[in-house]
């Protein structure tokens, strides 16, 4: 059903569960509740995308295995069909092995009633997949998607806000905990979520996505570069690794492999393959930082960046290279995922444009 807020921390805010990771799922996902009477289905949280979209019945390639479930419009008394009454969706950093590929999903759209973390309903379109690409991977665990951004005032959290059911402002966190591997916050900001509670804020200078603006990019340690960047970064929850502009990769790639005492660099960087690293070898590479503001630094250390458990691995010991040449991904080919942002609790502050870097609190991501 249409459930209260299970984690309210003040009068319109809420914190829920989050799922998910890095790999094998490369999103994070959160459940809404949908129709009447209401039915949970899992949706990918992407802050890259506008529309609500969900398996439907009969879906020719959807995951129909739980937590999956098929949306049914004639099992629901307040479902109507909704002009032009079909829909097409294409993404990009869909397809683990080329991440400017695109994926495609398509089927019918309804208006139906709609809730997330127990704040609702309202009404909205929503997609009913009925068509699926086969190399949609990240959506070979997880079936559907409910987008943040974009789309006016027809996307979940816009009319929630639109309806006054919350405030114009959500977060996430991506951390594993005792009850899920994240928590999303509907309406405001969880302070428990962040260390101290602190949230240092950047401007939002996205026209259409949620963007920062990046300075540059330093190399810790022996390497001690540091690479002019001067461009937007998207920040897209949908993305699940660092995607840069052919450019600034090249350089990276130069700076890094200058250190030759990097065990396997070329190999990485060069050729995109995997490669088989010892702890030692992986704790070698620099800490990398995205250098926003004087306040803002964000920060990969080499396990944020050299990933095990990629389904591009060849053995289950190889490390794969979490940064890749973003192409032309969201047009600029600069998009910052996952990746970067599960060292944080991250907040979209729409109301006042702006975007939070919160040092994430490990204790409580995933445990509330």
């Not at 030759?260 to 050729?271: D, I, K, P, R, V």
Request: hydrophobic share 35%.
């Amino acid at each position: 059903m249409h459930s209260p807020p299970r984690s309210r921390f003040y009068s319109n805010g809420s914190s829920i569960p989050a799922g998910g990771a890095v790999w094998p799922t490369a999103i994070y996902w959160t459940n809404v509740e949908v129709g009447t009477p209401a039915k949970s289905f899992p949706v990918a949280i992407d802050s890259g995308s506008g529309d609500l979209d969900i398996g439907g019945l009969n879906c020719d390639g959807c995951i129909t295995t739980p937590p999956n479930v098929a949306y049914d419009h004639s099992s629901s008394s307040t479902s109507s069909p909704v002009f032009p009454f079909k829909f097409s969706n294409t993404y990009q950093t869909c397809d683990l092995s080329d991440p400017t590929a695109p994926c495609t999903i398509s089927g019918n759209l309804y208006k139906d009633q709609v809730s997330l973390a127990g704040l609702g309903p309202v009404q909205v379109t929503l997609g009913s997949i009925q068509r699926q690409t086969t190399n949609f991977d990240q959506f070979k665990e997880i079936d559907g998607v409910m987008g943040f951004t974009m789309g006016g005032k027809k996307n979940v959290f816009a009319q929630l806000v639109e309806n006054g059911k919350c405030d114009n402002v959500w977060a996430m966190c991506m951390s594993e905990g005792s009850k899920s591997n994240g928590t999303i916050t509907i309406g405001g900001v969880d302070e428990r979520l962040a260390v101290d509670g602190k949230v240092p804020y950047v401007s939002d200078v996205g026209l259409g996505f949620h963007s920062v603006r990046v300075n540059s990019l330093d190399l810790a340690g022996s390497v001690g570069a540091s690479i002019e960047v001067g461009a937007s970064a998207i920040l897209d929850t949908g993305t699940n690794v660092l995607l840069l502009p052919s450019k600034v990769m090249a350089q990276l790639k130069e700076a890094m492999c200058a250190d030759t005492t990097l065990s396997q660099c070329a190999t990485l960087w060069g050729s995109g393959a995997c490669a088989s690293l010892t702890p030692e070898e992986v704790e070698a590479y620099p800490v990398l930082s995205l250098q926003l503001s004087d306040e803002v630094t964000l920060k990969m250390n080499s396990t944020d960046y050299l990933l095990l458990g990629s389904p591009q691995a060849k053995s289950a010991g190889q490390y794969c290279l979490g940064i890749r040449d973003g192409g032309s991904a969201g047009g600029s080919g600069f998009i910052i995922g996952d990746t970067t942002m599960r060292n944080y609790y991250l907040v979209f502050d729409l109301a006042n444009k702006q975007i939070g870097w919160g040092d994430v609190n490990k204790d409580n991501c995933g445990s509330i």
